[in-house]
């Protein structure tokens, strides 16, 4: 494929949207194609799902009913946005993907994670990010900054051994990708950050 996927990636609050609409509009204004997606959502089906995935519910919400509602999504962002915008040698920002699942429902919800692994595989029919970039902060600070945002969804409403849990898997995840995933440390100034990842992407891809 032409163009470059890169991946944003991390607990809640870690800083991820930011860094990943700071680098939409750093290579917009370099005159280069380029889109910035999320998931879940990034298509008007997923959206859709994503409705259903983050609203509060009173009834039981399996998690395997998560999983494959995360991995549905996933397959309508490939096929419908994803692959079709790389092949035509676009630059694709997406802030969550396949990383989130095996660290939400796998490490963090305690799925098996090569059952995990496999729908990951199905969904993105073997897609692969170039780059993965692992914001990482401490729970604590994720929290803090979520609560001052915006208040928790259903998700977020977890209890803290959830989010330990979560940020333990993010760094288990890098650490057995090394070449794909880069961690950053998220408790510096917006800026520090930015620079850092720009520097990896000069040194990586010509960027
Ligand atoms: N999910 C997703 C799964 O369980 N499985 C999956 O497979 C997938 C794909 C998505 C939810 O779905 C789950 C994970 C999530 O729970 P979402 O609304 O997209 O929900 O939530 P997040 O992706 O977590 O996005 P957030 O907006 O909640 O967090 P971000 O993107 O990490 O943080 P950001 O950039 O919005 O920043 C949060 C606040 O901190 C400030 C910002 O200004 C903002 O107010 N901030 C900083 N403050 C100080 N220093 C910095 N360096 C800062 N950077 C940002």
Known sequence: MKGVFITFEGIEGAGKSTQAKKLYNYLIEKGKNVILTREPGGTKTGEKIREILLSPTD???????EVFLYEADRSFHVHNKIVPHLKRGYTVICDRFTDSTLAYQGYA????????????????E???PDITFLIDVPVEEGLRRIKEKRGFDRIENEDLEFHIRLRNGFLKIAEEEKDRIVVIDGMRDVDSIFSEII???????SF
């Open 59 to 65: 009834e039981f919400f399996p998690p395997i009913a």
């Open 109 to 124: 919800r305690g799925l098996d994670l090569e059952l995990i692994r496999g729908l990951n595989e199905t969904a993105t």
């Open 126 to 128: 073997g897609l692969k």
């Open 199 to 205: 520097s990896v992407l000069r040194e990586r891809f």
